[in-house]
């Protein structure tokens, strides 16, 4: 299997310049989600001190020409701080930085889903609206195979996998402990991670976050997988379905509630909301992933789990509905819903703002309102 070139660099004599003192110095990561609305960016700044808050922060640029952003003509970019978190790779005091990006007229940049999910979710905090995601990603080597897979066939078929234990079920589990611990070092709320249905297909839970900090959380734990992977030599891929045929797609579930659902007769609201989403399938379809659906269409097909991408449906218990009410949830009559039409590779700025949209703003037709 191939696996890149610096991953066989020596950890060993990396290690004794990473023990070096830094004096008072700082590390701060700048992260962003490129043009792709999907990649992401890094660069790394040195502060005097260590910031105690967002506000210690200052705001940077970067050239937008080479992230599909901007024309080379105009190409400054900003960066604005908007999240941080500890540095599981640098360590304290250094620190990973989540940024907005603004274009040269300080507007957000075409994938800076962020700016209007806060304004959305600003507008219902009494609400308050608790969210996780469940983030499906398969471990690919550098030349696109999925890792531990035959070079030239294709292993056993999917039975044995899921929550699989076992060199011949559980394939890359070290990827998987390294990402959960530096999640966790980091402050991301990471809640749980288990094998997937496909060989080499994992899950990591980040939740339950309330508000704006849902996309927060998720967008740093995909950043810092991309980094254990990168120290590994492989590729973590969130495409919904990246080996055709008779294997399971990657999604992202998106776990929901309110207040008023999570107490004693919720239930009714979590009906009423479904109601409204039924009505509204096609503009969710369309912000689940960042290609409007196109992306999805591979893995929603009626399938592998999932529901069919061109219809709504809802149950209890029921994998291959859009929604699914968790059975304990039936019964104790109070709780959340599960929307599982978001694809492994959604903007979760924009699954969460969507939600909110059609349930707690009663907004409906196939456009947003701009308020």
Known sequence: MAMSAS????????????????????????????GTGEGLRCKTRTLDSEPKSIEDLPEWNFDGSSTYQSEGSNSDMYLIPSAMFRDPFRKDPNKLVLCEVLKYNRKPAETNHRRTCKKIMEMIDHQIPWFGMEQEYTILGTDGHPFGWPSNGFPGPQGPYYCGVGADKAYGRDVVEAHYRA???????????????MPAQWEFQVGPCEGISMGDHLWVARFILHRVCEDFGVVASFDPKPIPGNWNGAGCHTNFSTKKMREDGGLKCIEACIDKLGKRHNYHIRA??????????RRLTGHHETSNIHEFSAGVANRGASIRIPRTVGQEKKGYFEDRRPSANCDPYAVTEALIRTCLLDEEGDEPVDY
Not at 290 to 297: E, Y
């Open 7 to 34: 991953a066989q660099l020596s950890k060993v004599v990396k290690r004794q310049y990473m023990e070096l003192p830094q004096g008072d110095n700082v590390q701060a990561m700048y992260i962003w989600i490129d």
């Open 183 to 197: 999640c966790l070092y980091a402050g991301v709320k990471i809640c749980g991670t288990n094998a997937e249905v």
């Open 288 to 297: 689940y992933d960042p290609k409007g659906g196109l992306d999805n269409a």
